[in-house]
């Protein structure tokens, strides 16, 4: 196994819990060492229970794991919740002036700080948070070099005064803890690798960015609002035009109006969002005009839990507005991945003139990873498909078909503005020349020609998208099946089966349409013992999956509590299933947030 | 060759006549609306492939196909967001809105208080019929208070909206009413609106002849009074523009009720648009940008 080291900062919203975060997370990518963070929090400005996870290692980290090494509660009710998680070799770091431990289990150290003796609390209110950061790192074995330049940087904006003070009362807890308290056993390796730490919703902007967006507007809503702060932040370097739009409504039909003027065109949302765009994605099929619409799933149905994961809008997205027409849904498989799957999907929406929808949650959304900054390429293969946007001849074509029967199914798409190629694109059924046949002369021979056409671009669209690979050993006992962003966690419960004897291998799936059923058929049709692992109550993969191919597992492995899986998680519920004790196993998440 | 002549020539109606003939009943106000906006055109002599007509859904909303410019016929009241979306990507074009009461007042009113607060560069001419056409004469956002429609068989008890004070009220820079039996009248506003650089907005009588017996041409002619023959009318003055739009029944003001120039248009307001059109610009980030974009994460 791999190893790994957990700090875990709990405390209440406004506490001050994502600074800390912050500068542990920039020292550990700096010493070149890889990193996955989670927060657990909820709809709350102040007050609350907020928990930060940061996991760091020397190889990649894929998910939040199973162990805290590290506690920093900030008050008493983190402290309350979370000791009991500690075990053997781990320790907890708290004011001893205003929190009081638990019960601890053995070989667990209490680590308290004498707060006011060591800062002067009455000018610095997070003071107990800048001393744990400094005894923390000690404790691991970090240079206090590391410390200093991470927080000269956060705070130079204020001046040397409090740059200085800070400092001070970091070098204060990190000289207590020397004198005090014992070094974990694993003092943190370093590398001369440096790494990026990012967000998958920053990560899916940048891919924007990077794959030509220039059009890109939303309406606030947890926990897609990171892909609007990222795209304002950066719309003027980037030169991409970003609005705040009145509601979802508006902004599908907004996109959609770039997208039709001939700019690529993004949007994202959350469930509820997405669900007043659903009668414009129709729009943008019927008038095959492209756009890419993220839906960053959180826990529902209605308003749900705003900040929690889930992965339960599948259904949404595969019965999103009525009629049949050909749709791409891509899920990315981690936070690198969000920033990747962009420019692919706008290749593929662009060249089939269609909707494409990438299906992220918030775990990735939210979460942060470290990412060598090389696999962040802004200039990836663009192809804009068949598209018009200058005059062929003096006068255009003048027998111009904006939807000309093709055997592709794909028809040049002009842009207005472009003379000789003038046309009216309609959301009512149309022929070839885009003349409505829904009102005055509908005719069954043109709509079924039509419908025909636009639907034989799926034949394309799945030539586009590769099959899904499986991982790890052939002929294992069990294959985990997943998809999107619980690719990390399963391949860990993999990787700790194997080395417990039991041989595990896994089919993690990120192009859920198109699906290449006969590839997962042709894949599981061998395998031994099948566990479809999702986080949601009914098994909406499961489902899909049935639909498509009739393929039924042996069992499943589910959570809908809002919190993502933890490795052992999947591990015990696969040897209970194995064992034949269960077919369903959902787990149940042990720290409280 | 007709291709050479198609850049110098002189625009005529002909050019602007659509690929199918308007399948409105007869007598309905929305030919007339459609022959103004032509005619503005023609006087204007704007190329047909620089204007884009955008509507929504409604009887109104089959206007683009009949008309010879790109054209966008989209969904139930959300023509105002797409063509918000079409003037900033390419904000050299001509946008025209069309559509009805129910379209923009109803189903489409968050959007039409938006997109005027925006001042949004283009023209959004209301068909205003006061009755739902397309769905067989149900009551409208402005049908009048106990009027009798399919759906409100014992009369209307909600009282109408007034789209010229709401315009005013949420912003909109140019504010005016035409009547579908005025074409000279109406042709003026539409290039009014047009020329305007900001949001314009037209509220047209434009009868239905089918499911309205109420607001007839006929109840229309001796009511609708013209801004522009009071020359004491001063069109850049807010409250005297908010009072004339109180004013029905007996005396129904049309014409220009508001114009300002001093507010700048979405498109002109935002920097990220001054050195040209989305659709001309650069679509590759910069490598030192693309890198300062990731030096920022490490």
């Avoid at chain 1, 070094?183 to 940048?206: E, K, T």
């Avoid at chain 1, 390429?377 to 006068?395: K, M, Q, W, Y």
């Avoid at chain 2, 009949?66 to 797409?82: E, P």
């Amino acid at each position: 196994m791999k190893q790994t080291f957990t700090v875990a900062i709990g405390g209440a919203a406004g506490q001050g819990v994502a600074t800390p975060g912050d500068i542990f997370a920039k020292i550990f990518s700096r010493r070149g060492l890889h990193l996955n963070a989670y927060n657990a929090y909820q709809s709350i400005i102040r007050g609350g229970h907020t928990f930060l996870t940061i996991r760091t290692g020397l190889e990649r980290v894929t998910n939040m794991g199973d162990r805290l090494d590290l506690l920093i509660p900030l008050n008493q009710d983190a402290m309350d919740r979370h000791l009991g998680l500690l075990r053997e070799g781990a320790a907890c770091i708290y004011n001893a002036e205003t929190i009081k431990p638990g019960e601890a289990a053995h070989g667990v150290a209490l680590c308290p700080i004498p707060v006011s003796s060591l800062a002067d609390i009455s000018r610095n209110k997070v003071a107990q948070n800048t001393l744990a950061v400094g005894a923390g790192l000690n404790m691991m074995g970090i240079g206090f070099q590391a410390l200093e330049e991470v927080l000269s940087e956060q705070f130079k904006k204020k001046g040397a005064a409090v740059v200085s003070e800070n400092v001070g009362i970091a070098r204060a807890g990190y000289e207590y803890a020397a004198k005090n308290f014992k070094p974990f056993a694993w003092p943190l390796p370093r590398s001369d690798n440096r790494y990026a730490v990012l967000s998958g919703n920053i990560a899916m902007a940048m891919g924007g960015a990077a794959a030509g967006v220039k059009f890109y507007c939303a309406y606030p809503m947890s926990p897609s609002t990171g892909v609007l702060h990222w795209m304002a932040a950066h719309a003027r370097k980037a030169n991409i035009m970003v609005r705040q739009v009145e509601d979802e409504i508006g902004v599908v039909n907004m996109a959609i109006g770039a997208a039709h003027a001939g700019v690529r065109s993004m949007c994202a949302t959350s469930g509820g969002g997405f669900a007043l765009m659903s009668e414009g994605l129709g729009l943008s099929a019927m008038m095959e005009t492209p756009v890419v619409v993220i839906d960053c799933q959180r826990a529902g149905p209605s308003t749900g839990v705003p900040t929690k994961t889930e992965q339960g809008d599948l259904w949404q997205m595969l019965g999103a507005a009525f009629g049949d027409y050909p749709r791409v849904i891509a899920a990315p498989l981690d936070i690198e991945d969000c920033f990747k799957i962009i420019p692919e999907i706008f290749n593929i929406a662009d060249r089939y003139q269609c909707p494409g929808i990438v299906l992220c949650d918030l775990l990735l959304s939210e979460g942060r990873l470290s990412v060598d900054p090389k696999e962040l390429d802004f200039a990836p293969g663009v192809d804009r498909g068949e598209l018009i946007t200058t005059t062929s001849g003096p006068n255009g074509d003048t027998a111009y078909k904006r939807y000309k029967i093709t055997n592709s199914g794909i028809s040049p798409r002009a842009v207005p503005g472009v003379p000789g190629y003038t046309h009216t694109a309609a959301s009512d059924e149309h022929d070839e020349d885009g003349v409505l046949i829904s009102d005055e002369f509908t005719n069954p021979t043109k709509r079924r020609a039509m419908m025909e056409k636009r639907m034989r671009k799926v034949n394309g669209i799945e030539a586009s998208v590769p099959a899904p690979e499986l991982w790890g050993p052939r002929n294992a006992e069990v294959t985990l099946i997943g998809w999107g962003s619980t690719k990390g966690v399963i391949g860990e419960a993999c990787e700790i089966l194997n080395e417990q004897g039991i041989s595990a291998n896994h089919l993690q799936i990120r192009w859920l349409v198109p699906l290449h059923g006969d590839a997962i058929l042709n894949i599981l049709g061998s395998a031994r013992h099948t566990i479809i692992v999702e986080n949601n109550y009914s098994g909406q993969f499961a489902r899909y999956l049935r639909s498509e191919t009739s393929f039924v597992p042996n069992g499943h492995i589910r959570k809908y509590d809002g919190e993502p899986f933890m490795p052992h998680h999947i591990v015990e519920a696969v040897k209970e299933q194995l064992g034949g004790k269960s077919r369903l196993s959902v787990p149940a998440h042990e720290i409280l947030v | 060759m007709a291709t050479v002549l198609a850049d110098t020539k002189r625009l005529a109606m002909t050019d602007f006549k659509g690929k199918v003939d308007p399948d409105w009943c007869p007598g309905c106000g929305d030919f007339g609306v459609l022959a103004a906006v032509q005619k503005a055109l023609v006087d204007l002599q704007i190329p047909n492939h620089n204007v884009v007509t955008i509507s929504g859904i409604g009887c109104s909303s089959n206007f683009p196909g009949f008309i010879n410019t790109y054209g966008m016929h989209t969904l139930h009241g959300r023509a105002l967001a797409v063509a918000t979306g079409v003037k900033l990507a390419n904000h050299e074009l001509t946008v025209l809105v069309t559509g009805g009461d129910g379209d923009g007042f109803g189903i489409g009113g968050n959007h039409f208080v938006h997109s005027m607060r925006r001042n949004v560069d283009l023209l959004y001419i209301v068909m205003d019929n006061q009755i739902y056409g397309l769905t067989t004469g149900q009551t409208s956002p402005t049908s009048r208070l106990g009027m009798k429609t399919k759906s409100m068989p014992f009369g209307n008890i909600e009282a109408p909206v007034n789209p010229i004070s709401m315009a005013l009220a949420a912003g909109a820079t140019f504010v005016a009413r035409g009547f579908s039996g005025d074409q000279k009248h109406l042709t003026d506003l539409i290039k009014q609106g047009i020329r305007h650089e900001g949001f314009s907005f037209l509220d047209v009588f434009s009868p239905c002849v089918t499911y309205n017996h109420d607001n007839t041409y006929q109840w229309f002619r001796p009511r609708v009074k013209k801004l522009e023959d009071d020359s004491s009318y001063d069109a850049a003055n807010w409250l005297s523009a908010m009072e004339k739009s109180l004013l029905w029944d007996d005396e129904i003001p049309i014409g220009r009720f508001f114009e300002r120039t001093d507010v700048p248009s979405l498109h002109a307001a935002e920097p990220v648009l001054t050195a040209g059109p989305l659709l001309r610009g650069e679509t590759r980030i910069p490598p030192d940008v693309a890198r300062s974009f990731v030096e920022e994460l490490m």
